[in-house]
């Protein structure tokens, strides 16, 4: 994807998102890696009426090169990038939101993950969400947090797509802005699902689980 395509992918997603409820107001940030550097959605921009020439373009180190003023949520992009440096399947673009679903969640401060694997498509397509501790919005202490969850679960080789930002929302990532969409819509459905199930789910024994790693190539 060259920066043209990334620009108006950002945006053709932002769009869809916004139409669709998932984010609302000036909520979320999309972000692009590119090869010199990164496109992100601008600070206090809606996702629902983005331009491809107002992104923000920085180089590597995040320095602003053109466009709108970035997004002060670029510097926990850029080390979820930074994280996956050397490691399989890097990620090419990162999305995050206040999920209404996702947050609600978290509101009562929880600790570990967020979700059990309630579904096979909550496995196949998203897998551990680690929730990191509450920090006011932009920290930049939640980056290392992150990076450092980023590399301990890969050691146990079960990378991760997605973390959830106590009382914030999710961050989540994969190749492109289309697919880590996809997994965002699957995590926040499946926060929706966790939130209306009375009594709570049992989540997927052992033996589905390896099923499906058996099958699909995914790994719990």
Not at 16 to 34: C, D, K, Q, W
Not at 64 to 74: E, I, N, R, V, Y
């Amino acid at each position: 994807m060259n920066e043209a395509q990334a620009r108006s992918e950002i945006c053709r997603v932002g769009k869809s998102l916004f139409e669709r409820g998932y984010v609302h107001a000036t909520a979320g940030n999309i972000s692009v890696r590119l090869d010199d550097g990164y496109l992100i959605t601008p600070t206090d921009a809606c996702l629902g009426f983005l331009e491809p020439a107002s992104l923000a373009r920085t180089d590597l180190q995040g320095r602003q090169l053109s466009g709108d003023p970035a997004s002060k949520t670029l510097v926990l992009h850029r080390r979820i990038y930074e994280a996956h440096a050397g490691l399989q399947g890097a990620p090419r673009s990162v999305i995050h939101t206040h999920g209404t679903h996702c947050v609600a969640l978290t509101l009562d401060d929880p600790q570990g993950e967020l979700l059990p694997p309630i579904t096979p498509y909550f496995v196949m397509k998203v897998g551990h969400v680690p929730v990191v501790p509450y920090h006011r919005p932009g920290a930049p202490e939640v980056g290392d947090q992150v990076a450092a969850l980023v590399a301990r679960y890969a050691s146990q080789g079960t990378p991760l797509r997605a973390v959830m930002l106590t009382r914030l929302g999710p961050n989540v990532w994969h190749d492109s802005p289309a697919q880590a969409m996809a997994v965002l819509e699957e995590l926040e459905e499946t926060a929706k699902l966790w939130l209306l199930a009375q009594p709570k789910p049992r989540g997927l024994g052992r033996q589905a689980l390896e099923e499906l790693e058996k099958v699909f190539g995914c790994r719990w």
